[in-house]
Nanobody, 120 residues
């Protein structure tokens, strides 16, 4: 499975961005696709995940009510609203054949990162 992320950029606090993650290859084997983020000098942390079959979603507490993850065929979207400077990070899409990817240890596939910068 290959994952390609798009959509990062610079936005003012309170603004919105939408990230996309296009999956290709053996997508029929996937259990979930999600997003992680890594701020400068910090660990990579879970943001949101969607279960490939059924569409259940889970979010980190820090983004609940502001971010929405969705899927359209082989593309997973992360709609980010009411952005805050603390949301500044490199965002990575990630997928697993085994579980809902809420921990980096459960990730089987990583996409490249896309930088999101939120100015105050």
């Amino acid at each position: 499975v290959q994952l390609q992320a798009f959509g990062g950029g610079l936005v003012q606090a309170g603004g919105s961005l939408r990230l996309s993650c296009a999956a290709s290859g053996r997508t029929f084997s996937l259990y979930s696709i999600g997003w992680f983020r890594q701020a400068p000098g910090k660990e990579r942390t879970f943001v949101a995940v969607i279960v490939w079959s059924g569409g259940s979603t889970y979010y980190a507490d820090s983004v609940k009510g502001r971010f929405t993850i969705s899927r359209d065929n082989a593309v997973v979207y992360l709609q980010m609203d009411s952005l805050k400077p603390d949301d500044t990070a490199v965002y990575y899409c990630a997928a697993s054949n085994r579980a809902a990817v809420v921990q980096t240890g459960w990730v089987d596939y990583w996409g490249q990162g896309t930088l999101v910068t939120v100015s105050s």
